[in-house]
């Protein structure tokens, strides 16, 4: 039997380390940087990026990311950092070691594959951070675990988590924060569900994510049918002239007012973590737009975060992929 410990990885996508212009634009030198993200050639990519990408977004992303930063950091950050740390409590009497890490920037997943080498960990769990699959996103992770790993020697032994968009148990913390929140505050005329876009050619080419997003809405409709509120879903943050997935978010909320819909509450199940694309864009920017449009009443649910429901959660997902290994 294998007693070493076995390392648990949370992976999230990347933050800049601060609201400055110079590190927002290496955060997007990277995250732009990667061919699963666009998938144009380098050579006519590149160019458009260093030329013009990112010498004029950077600086129009310093007020939205100074609007939502916290005392400690980005909201991305503290909220897996203290995932982590409280999924570490949770299963503090097993035989496991939880690190957290980001896709892009810090803190970088080739240091805490170390980290957790050097604490003797022979077997490393990875734990992407997006219930929902997509090559952009858990694909490009893979990846990078796997160029990381051409270096070493002695590889450690990976399990990785592709999806949890429909497990029981991330469908019952959402539902159950959900419940909670209109039983404090009563229910909307409409619950709008806005997931991260994506590239329509991406779908067409076989990407499964729509699909995924599509389940765990189905799944929500079930566990919130006794609340009688209609569930819509919608898809955010489109980037750059292609076409992408539909309904866009923004579009959905400012048509909601001339429907009669006018006391909406969103959230974003694509996210278990708050961050720029919640807090900044739906919170802020689509709320502003939905009242703008006749709107009177717009909530954000927050996302998961570090709720002890969640947590708890988290915890089971991760026991059942260990399997053996535990």
């Given at each position: 039997?294998?007693t070493t410990?076995i390392?648990?990885l949370?992976?999230n996508?990347?933050?800049?380390?601060?609201?400055?212009?110079?590190?927002?634009?290496?955060?997007l030198?990277?995250?732009?940087?990667?061919?699963?993200?666009?998938?144009?050639?380098?050579?006519?990519?590149?160019?458009i990026?260093?030329?013009?990408?990112?010498?004029?977004?950077?600086?129009?992303?310093?007020?939205?990311?100074?609007?939502?930063?916290?005392?400690?950091?980005?909201?991305l950050?503290?909220y897996?950092?203290?995932?982590?740390?409280?999924?570490?409590?949770?299963?503090?009497?097993?035989?496991?070691v939880v690190?957290?890490?980001?896709?892009?920037?810090?803190?970088d997943?080739?240091?805490?594959?170390?980290?957790?080498?050097?604490?003797?960990?022979?077997?490393?769990?990875?734990?992407?951070?997006?219930?929902?699959?997509?090559?952009?996103t858990?694909a490009?992770?893979?990846?990078?675990?796997?160029?990381?790993?051409?270096?070493?020697?002695?590889?450690?032994?990976?399990?990785?988590?592709?999806?949890?968009?429909?497990?029981?148990?991330?469908?019952?913390?959402?539902?159950?924060?959900?419940?909670?929140?209109?039983?404090?505050?009563?229910?909307?005329?409409?619950?709008?569900?806005?997931?991260?876009?994506?590239?329509?050619r991406?779908?067409?080419?076989?990407?499964?994510?729509?699909?995924?997003?599509?389940?765990?809405a189905?799944?929500?409709?079930?566990?919130?049918?006794?609340?009688?509120?209609?569930?819509?879903?919608?898809?955010?943050?489109?980037?750059?002239?292609?076409?992408?997935?539909?309904?866009?978010?923004?579009?959905?909320?400012?048509?909601?007012?001339?429907?009669?819909?006018?006391?909406v509450d969103?959230?974003?199940?694509g996210?278990?973590?708050?961050?720029?694309?919640?807090?900044?864009?739906?919170?802020?920017?689509c709320?502003?737009?939905?009242?703008?449009?006749?709107?009177?009443q717009?909530r954000?649910?927050?996302?998961?975060?570090?709720d002890?429901?969640?947590?708890?959660?988290?915890?089971?997902?991760?026991?059942?992929?260990?399997?053996?290994?535990?």
């Amino acid at each position: 039997m294998n007693t070493t410990p076995i390392g648990v990885l949370l992976v999230n996508l990347g933050t800049p380390e601060s609201f400055q212009v110079k590190d927002i634009r290496q955060y997007l030198k990277l995250f732009l940087s990667d061919p699963r993200v666009v998938e144009l050639p380098k050579w006519l990519w590149q160019p458009i990026l260093r030329g013009l990408i990112l010498p004029f977004r950077a600086p129009k992303l310093v007020h939205k990311y100074r609007s939502i930063w916290l005392k400690d950091g980005s909201p991305l950050f503290v909220y897996t950092q203290a995932q982590a740390k409280a999924l570490q409590q949770e299963l503090a009497t097993e035989n496991v070691v939880v690190d957290m890490a980001m896709r892009y920037g810090n803190p970088d997943l080739g240091s805490a594959i170390e980290r957790l080498k050097k604490q003797a960990c022979e077997r490393i769990l990875i734990v992407p951070m997006y219930p929902q699959y997509a090559a952009s996103t858990t694909a490009t992770l893979f990846d990078r675990v796997a160029e990381l790993s051409k270096t070493w020697r002695e590889q450690p032994d990976y399990r990785f988590i592709k999806r949890f968009c429909a497990h029981p148990d991330y469908i019952q913390s959402l539902s159950t924060k959900i419940a909670r929140y209109w039983d404090k505050n009563g229910t909307p005329q409409r619950l709008l569900l806005s997931f991260h876009g994506l590239p329509q050619r991406a779908v067409d080419l076989g990407d499964p994510y729509q699909q995924d997003c599509q389940q765990t809405a189905a799944l929500l409709r079930d566990a919130l049918s006794v609340y009688n509120v209609p569930i819509d879903i919608s898809f955010q943050s489109q980037f750059g002239k292609a076409k992408w997935i539909e309904p866009a978010t923004q579009a959905v909320l400012e048509a909601y007012p001339s429907q009669g819909i006018k006391q909406v509450d969103v959230i974003c199940p694509g996210f278990v973590a708050d961050c720029l694309e919640t807090l900044e864009e739906i919170q802020l920017g689509c709320a502003d737009a939905f009242k703008q449009k006749g709107g009177e009443q717009f909530r954000y649910i927050p996302c998961l975060n570090d709720d002890p429901e969640w947590i708890k959660a988290l915890a089971n997902i991760v026991r059942e992929r260990l399997g053996s290994w535990s």
